[in-house]
């Protein structure tokens, strides 16, 4: 009864990131505009608007770290920094007129599925949706990780992780610790070096590192860019074609040395001091842990204000790191370059489906889903960059437009079907997660010699597409109905188990008018 006046929606999205707002734009496109997004926080952009460290950029080239849909010829580099990609999202929002359904500062807390309704039940702190369809948006890189450090409270200065940077902290002068060697740090740690007395950066485990080669897009450049499609075409599809050749890295071991090749003359070119250089040579098998790009890393780390400490990190006292080996490392400023809570997909725990068991129980020896996308026991409910939906070598946007494109395929046949609800046949998401699995064997993950966030605590990869973007396209794409428990509108009516495969239409829309 609580909830017979709640407002009701065909589809809930859950976050207003690149996964979000593509599909609400999608939805949009396809007919399918009983929508509503939620965005916990004020503004739409979800990594781009919270990762404001310096040197945020994204490292993907624009070209193909964007919309399909909406290219954007205005990029002003090949990797765009994060302000500029911020304000692509918002440009993306309100074109295609996205804005006035997004309810900001309503965060999800809990989403039920209700069996007797068929319905999804969503409580917000200020109210109570109910919706058909669930899309969780949520981000795999959107809960800041902390390592478990004993003593991190007792710490006397200031400290933040690079996802929330604190930028009323002046740098300037300051001993800074940096903890964690990643993707953020990487870029961040130039970016500060030359303002701070010294930086002591820690780390765990050094990353295979190659050339960004990132420069400024010169207005000829752009110029042609926007006013010829086809070479907009030709520049995503030239990055594309690149990219995955990287693949190759993962999954042939000839293209893995000759990238390796690569990367130890990126190190030995630009580390000159052979103490520095062994310790910035990772062990591991490139590929095996997320390769990295930059340019500036590496000389940054061999500044005189820079150390390097391999030592691994004991507590935290109120003057700074204690180190294994008994040092203690004097600084003001700590900062986390630590990643994120990837594993745990802490959103996991607010979703209850209809065993009346949540996401996080049902996962608790490791995320799997059908396709990346749906979870059996949970219907009408589809994750974007669920589990092995991550790439270790192109744009994630190519994965989630994929996976968006299920979700109106099977939007589509549930309408013209009168199915209620749809939910992967715990048969079919077990094959799909044994030939998920049967594919990484051949992969560095499983043989690099490395951890890395990428595998669950029992060595299963849970986060990675083991193959390149057009297979997973393929698969994913295509809504097909046999592979799903279907629960017809009406009782009495049959559902359709073996209709044909929906597959997308075409749909492109033009960035700039
Ligand atoms: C610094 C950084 C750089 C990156 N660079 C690249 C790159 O170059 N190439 C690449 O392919 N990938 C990159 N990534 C990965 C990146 O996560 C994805 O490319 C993409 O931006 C993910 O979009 P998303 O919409 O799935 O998630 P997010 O951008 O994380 O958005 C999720 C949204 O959901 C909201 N939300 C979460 N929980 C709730 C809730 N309970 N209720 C309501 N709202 C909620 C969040 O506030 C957020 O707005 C990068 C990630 C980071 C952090």
Redesign the pocket.
């Known amino acids: 009864m609580k909830n017979a006046l709640a407002p009701h929606v065909r589809v809930a999205i ?9 599909t609400a734009i999608r939805l949009g496109q396809s007919g399918f505009n009983d929508y509503l997004v ?4 004020h503004d ?8 404001t ?1 310096p040197g ?5 080239d624009s070209h193909l ?1 964007s919309f399909s849909f909406a290219r954007n010829p205005q990029w002003s580099r090949t ?1 765009s920094p ?1 302000r500029e990609i911020w304000d692509y999202l918002r440009g993306c929002a309100a074109r295609f007129g996205v804005l006035p359904k997004i309810k900001f500062n ?4 809990r989403a039920t599925w209700d069996a007797t309704t068929q319905r999804w039940h969503l409580e ?1 702190p200020h109210q109570t949706f109910t919706a058909d369809v669930l899309v969780s ?7 800041p990780a902390f390592p478990p450090i004993a003593g991190l409270e007792t710490f006397r200065g200031t400290s933040f992780h ?2 929330q940077w604190d930028h009323h902290h002046v740098l300037r002068g300051k001993r800074v610790a940096v903890i964690g060697t990643g ?2 740090a990487i ?1 961040f740690v130039p970016a500060i070096q030359r303002e701070v007395a010294s930086l002591t950066l820690f780390q765990r485990t050094p990353p295979w590192i190659l050339p960004r080669r990132d420069r400024p897009l010169g207005a000829f450049e752009r110029t042609v860019l926007r006013h010829s499609n086809a070479a907009q075409w030709l520049r995503r599809a030239q990055v594309y074609g690149v990219r995955e050749l990287l693949a190759l890295t993962f999954l042939d071991v000839r293209a893995a040395k000759l990238t390796e090749l690569f990367a130890r003359r990126h190190l030995e070119q630009a580390v000159r001091d052979p103490a520095l250089r062994a310790k910035l040579r990772p062990t591991y098998a490139v590929g095996c842990k997320r390769i990295l790009l930059s340019d500036d890393y590496y000389p940054a780390v061999s500044q005189p204000n820079v150390e390097l400490i391999t030592a691994p990190i004991t507590k935290v006292i109120p003057e700074g790191i204690v180190t294994h080996d008994g040092a203690l490392h004097a600084v003001d400023t700590i900062i986390f370059g630590t990643g ?1 809570a990837v594993q745990s997909f ?2 996991g725990k ?1 979703v209850r489906g209809k065993h009346n068991r949540t996401l996080a129980e049902t996962w608790k020896n490791g995320m799997s889903a059908h396709l990346g996308t749906s979870v059996s026991g949970f219907p009408n409910l589809f994750l ?2 669920g589990p092995n939906t991550g ?1 270790g070598h ?4 190519t994965m ?1 437009e994929s996976q968006i494109e299920h979700i109106v395929n099977a939007l589509r046949f549930m309408s013209a079907n009168a199915i209620a609800t749809v939910e992967p046949r715990a048969s079919a998401q077990a094959a799909f997660v044994a030939a998920v699995d049967a594919k990484t064997q051949g992969t560095v993950w499983a043989s690099g010699g490395c951890s890395s966030w990428y595998l669950h605590d029992r060595g299963r990869n849970t986060t990675l597409w083991p193959g390149f973007t057009f297979t997973f396209k393929r698969r994913v794409e295509p809504f097909n109905p046999s592979e799903y428990l279907l629960v017809a509108k009406h009782p009495g009516a049959t559902a359709p188990n073996h209709a044909e495969h929906i597959q997308s239409r075409p749909h492109e829309v033009h960035a700039h008018g």
Request: charged share 10%; hydrophobic share 40%.
């Open positions: 859950v976050g207003s990131g690149f996964a979000g707002l593509g939620f965005e916990r926080s739409v952009g979800g990594v781009w608007r919270d990762n460290y945020c950029a994204c490292d993907v770290y990797f994060q309503h965060p999800i807390n917000t948006a949520v981000g795999a890189l959107s809960e690079s996802a993707a953020s870029q994120f802490p959103f607010r974007l960059q790439l192109s744009s994630v946007i989630i």
